[in-house]
């Protein structure tokens, strides 16, 4: 992540100019999130699948790197998960006048990239889990797995082969691991 300036309130964070680049608001710092093709293929691939259950049941809203504000205890702070989930009973209490997501999500799905750092991917978790999401996948397109994090403390950890499922945040959600992944494409 690039940190670009300090001190910055969420008005500035959306004040940032559209030039294809993602932010976040960390602890008043605007920082530029960078996402590979690798992992921007995952998180769309994500969205797809659990996005159509989503829909099917009329669950909630699923979104692509939706701005949230629900870190009170971090002061001016505000993070832009690859995918996540809302379900609507948490939703209709989360806004502020601004628009401002202020409610932590059911889940989150947060992608690896080579961008990545390893200690800024385990604050997000901890941020994610503290703040109350009770489903973070740790999604990893290098290694085809995906860590889950469940609010109850438990994690697990599960390769290409294996059926994950939504826990209680989406009952009846089963996938294969690797199709939460792009398909290879042959020449």
Known sequence: MTQLATDHTYADLLAMPDDGKLYELVRGQIVEKEMGRRATGTASTILLNVGLFVRDRR???????????????????????????????????????????????????????????????????????????????????STRTVRVHRGDGTVAVYHEKDTIDGWTVFPDFRATVEDLFPQAVSK
Do not use: M
């Open 59 to 141: 669950l909630g809203s699923i979104a692509t790197e939706q701005y949230i504000s629900c870190f009170p205890w971090l002061g001016r702070h505000t993070r832009r998960p690859d995918v996540c989930y809302f379900s609507y009973d948490r939703l209709a209490e989360g806004f502020t006048v601004e628009d401002q997501i202020t409610v932590a999500p059911n889940w989150v799905a947060e992608v690896l990239s080579e961008h990545d750092i390893a200690l800024d991917v385990e604050e997000k978790l901890e941020e994610y889990l503290r703040a109350g999401v009770e489903l973070v996948w740790i999604v990893s397109p």
